[in-house]
């Protein structure tokens, strides 16, 4: 049977491998709990683990990608150790080919203990590796951009995600604010098996760097009620919507929830104060469901440039 969409959860990379918030608070008291990323880069098998630079600036905090999680501790340790408390999981997952994703999720779904994943989410702002067929002995494989900036390469991506994956289990896919066509890549996620979007207001700074913090909120906001209202106007196929990136309060979590979102994610927020995971959810546990809020409007078509009409033109 399909869980809910959590309220709220950790980012990924944000609150360890999850089993270290257990110190500030229940974690059966949440919906969920976010464990990842779960997964490889592109180049760290074979250079080695990759550790996070984060740097302070002004508006905020620059980070690289954070390190992945090996699949083998998530199914040796992390994944029993959440079903023998209850705790339901959602799974962050990130890698450079469709392939590398598809033989994760395989092996994950092998755990005895699988049946505590709540949800899956697959990484669509990481690298994608292109890979070319082999000449001689070697096979060329170089960076190609983040997954959202091909929608073609995201469908494929979840078609393969979604076969891997018991039919009645969430399936998310999580896009950032470098994406070229966010409603194209949105579509293009749902029609490969996504029912759900974790639409992220990150903002690039440099190869492999993004700003977060609460100057990205408006980013955040901006991205999801476009989104939201793409929806209401029917350009993109209606699912619940995660908002994550400045959403670092009780406040600012109110805010996603009135641009439309069904939950929100915690990042830098975390760092100062980890108990908001349950204050947030909370808030969120009284605040009223997006379904119940007036539907953001469809201003502008963005396919044609054209004013949208929100109501029938009045007759004589």
Same mark, same amino acid.
Request: hydrophobic letters at 50%; charged letters at 15%.
């Given at each position: 049977m399909r869980r809910p969409l959590p309220r709220v959860t950790a980012a990924a990379g944000c609150g360890g491998s999850?089993?270290?918030?257990?110190?500030?608070?229940?974690l059966a008291a949440l919906d969920a709990v976010l464990v990842g990323p779960v997964g490889a880069r592109p180049g760290e098998a074979a250079g080695g683990p990759v550790r996070t630079r984060l740097?302070?600036? %002004?508006?905020?905090?620059?980070?690289?990608?954070?390190?992945?999680? !090996?699949?083998?501790?998530?199914?040796?340790?992390?994944? !029993?150790?959440?079903?023998?408390?209850?705790?339901?999981?959602?799974?962050?997952?990130?890698?450079?080919?469709?392939?590398?994703?598809?033989?994760?999720?395989?092996?994950?779904?092998?755990?005895?203990?699988f049946g505590v994943v709540a949800a899956v989410e697959i990484d669509l702002t990481a690298e994608r590796e292109d890979t070319r067929p082999s000449i001689g002995a070697l096979a060329s494989t170089e960076p190609a951009g983040?997954? +959202?900036?091909?929608?073609?390469?995201? #469908?494929?991506?979840?078609?393969?995600a979604r076969e891997q994956l018991p039919r009645d289990l969430l399936l998310t896919a999580k896009l950032a604010g470098e994406c070229p066509d966010p409603l194209a890549t949105a579509r293009a996620a749902i029609g490969g098996g996504? @029912?759900?979007?974790?639409?992220?207001? +990150?903002?690039?700074?440099? !190869?492999?760097?993004? #700003?977060?913090? !609460?100057?990205?909120? %408006?980013?955040?906001?901006?991205?999801?009620? @476009?989104? @939201?209202?793409?929806?209401?106007?029917?350009?993109?196929?209606d699912v619940p919507v995660?908002?994550?990136?400045?959403?670092?309060?009780?406040?600012t979590a109110l805010l996603a929830r009135g641009a439309g979102a069904s939950g929100v994610q915690l990042g830098s927020g975390l760092l100062g104060d980890p108990a #908001?995971?349950?204050?947030v959810h909370d808030a969120l546990a009284l605040a009223p469901d997006p379904e119940d809020l007036a539907p953001p409007l469809p201003l502008v078509d963005d396919d044609h440039a054209t004013p949208v009409p929100t109501t029938p033109a009045p007759t004589d």
């Open positions: 999850g089993r270290e918030l257990a110190r500030f608070g229940d740097s302070v600036s %002004p508006s905020g905090l620059v980070h690289t990608p954070a390190p992945v999680l !090996p699949a083998a501790q998530v199914v040796d340790d992390l994944l !029993p150790w959440f079903r023998a408390r209850g705790v339901p999981v959602v799974l962050a997952v990130r890698g450079g080919t469709t392939g590398a994703v598809a033989d994760l999720l395989l092996g994950l779904r092998r755990s005895l203990d983040p997954w +959202s900036a091909d929608p073609q390469a995201c #469908l494929k991506l979840l078609s393969a996504a @029912r759900a979007l974790v639409l992220s207001g +990150s903002v690039p700074t440099g !190869p492999q760097e993004h #700003l977060v913090g !609460p100057a990205v909120g %408006p980013v955040t906001l901006g991205l999801v009620s @476009r989104v @939201r209202a793409a929806m209401a106007a029917g350009r993109v196929p995660v908002a994550v990136g400045g959403v670092h309060d009780v406040r #908001l995971l349950w204050e």
